[in-house]
């Protein structure tokens, strides 16, 4: 116990520290393609930290080790930060430890986390001034983190690729539906508005954007029943998605500027495939002991975009080692109908 407490209180000297050295700076930095062109995401999924809990602590130490072997430019948390009470110390405690490494820093909400003592909307004001955190919202949707991330060039200040951020909810609310919820009707003509804005802003050329969030799409059942031979790593378990349709991938493809969906959810899942010229992505479950898991070695999804190009690089990561290497998308081929 007085291991846990002294963690914790590093935790809170760590803010401290960052609060009164990187100012302004550190609370809003600019995601920029670096001068070679290139931009790495580190996605983190299913941390489910316990505060005081001995594995939740060895998973974040392996975390923090993988971040600062890969050095990313973005760390991407899709959902299920926390996983027990109290809820708030919980998320501190991760949130600092991840904004440790001064880089930039954003999530997304799975359906646990809200389940800890506090609503969302109490989790994002708690998290506000993390420094390097850009976790956003926007009003007037359903939910609570839909925002985008604006990826700058690398040689000015124009917009040369967006993430989209989606709130996936939790479980279904619609009485004789049983299951997960989905991503509303406002939230997808929120993102195809934004998507049509920024595509008139690019001479009428949809610019390149991936997607993240935590509950994944009936699509990835879909896929992984009409095209099994083309997944690309771990499917050790059933696609757990809402079981109605709300139609955000068929938007994605009429907007055609989003290449890659990363999701979460699922622990025992971090395969990718191609469905319909979108890579759909599992993350690299990322957490301890304190959910099931059957994945030797938590760790991460890593995805590399190119400046200009709509292929992109991702891999796994672990301490172990990296695996599952996949060149998008060439490194799937074209399926003869």
């Not at 971040?67 to 009470?85: A, H, Q, Y």
């Not at 696609?239 to 969906?261: A, M, R, V």
């Not at 990296?322 to 060149?327: A, D």
Request: aromatic share 10%.
């Amino acid at each position: 116990m007085k291991t846990h407490t002294k963690i914790y209180s590093q935790i809170l000297l760590i803010l401290g520290l960052l609060l009164s050295s990187f100012g302004a700076e550190a609370k809003q930095p600019t995601l920029q393609f670096n001068k070679n062109g290139k931009f790495k995401i580190v996605q983190l999924t299913d941390i489910h930290y316990v505060y005081q809990d001995k594995s939740s602590e060895k998973a974040l130490e392996r975390i923090l080790k993988i971040i600062d072997l890969e050095e990313p430019d973005l760390i991407m948390v899709t959902g299920d930060l926390i996983f027990g009470k109290p809820g708030d110390k919980s998320m501190l405690t991760v949130m600092y430890a991840l904004s440790s490494r001064k880089i930039p820093l954003a999530i997304t909400y799975g359906n646990h986390d809200d389940e800890q003592g506090f609503s969302r909307e109490e989790l994002l004001k708690l998290i506000k001034e993390v420094p390097y955190n850009l976790t956003s919202t926007t009003k007037n949707l359903s939910g609570v983190t839909n925002y985008l991330l604006e990826i700058k060039a690398s040689d000015s200040k124009k917009t040369s690729a967006v993430f989209y951020v989606f709130d996936s909810h939790s479980y279904s609310q619609i009485k004789g539906i049983e299951g997960y919820d989905y991503i509303k009707l406002d939230q997808i003509n929120w993102y195809r508005k934004t998507s049509q804005q920024f595509t008139k802003k690019n001479n009428n050329k949809p610019l390149f954007s991936l997607a993240f969030f935590h509950i994944p799409t009936p699509e990835f059942k879909e896929a992984t029943l009409k095209v099994k031979d083309q997944l690309k790593g771990n499917f050790k378990e059933d696609i757990c998605c809402p079981q109605l349709n709300s139609g955000l991938f068929s938007t994605i493809k009429e907007q055609d500027d989003i290449k890659g969906i990363f999701v979460g959810h699922d622990h025992d899942n971090d395969f990718c495939t191609k469905w319909h010229n979108v890579l759909l992505a599992y993350g690299r479950y990322s957490g301890g002991e304190t959910v099931y898991n059957n994945l030797t070695g938590n760790g991460a999804r890593i995805i590399e975009i190119t400046e200009g190009k709509d292929d992109f690089k991702t891999w796994i990561r672990t301490l172990n080692g990296v695996s599952q290497i996949i060149n998008y998308p060439s490194d799937f081929p074209e399926i003869k109908k």
